[in-house]
């Protein structure tokens, strides 16, 4: 039944708890005492984040805009690099 969970929800869901789960076990080596104070409240916040941004991916799909959305973090001189090749 746990399999299935992404094949009805959509594979970020997976993604995200996998994440999360990376991130606790992580925090849990470094700070044990903290890690079991603050993971629910800190699981609490990235789940409201994570419905929070059905708010703007609904505007976004309602304007047509397709996705995927790209971020770049780039120099000016690699940004425009880059748009070159896209655009070629």
Do not use: E, H, Q
């Amino acid at each position: 039944m746990a399999m299935a969970i992404p094949f009805y929800l959509g594979s970020y869901f997976a993604i995200d708890m996998c994440v999360g789960s990376l991130i606790l076990f992580v925090w849990t080596k470094v700070n044990k005492a903290k890690a079991d104070a603050f993971a629910p409240a800190v699981a609490s916040g990235l789940i409201c984040g994570d419905g929070i941004w059905t708010l703007p991916a609904s505007v976004l799909a309602l304007a047509g805009v397709k996705p995927p959305i790209c971020m770049k973090f780039l120099s000016r001189a690699s940004n425009d690099k880059v748009d070159a090749f896209l655009n070629s």
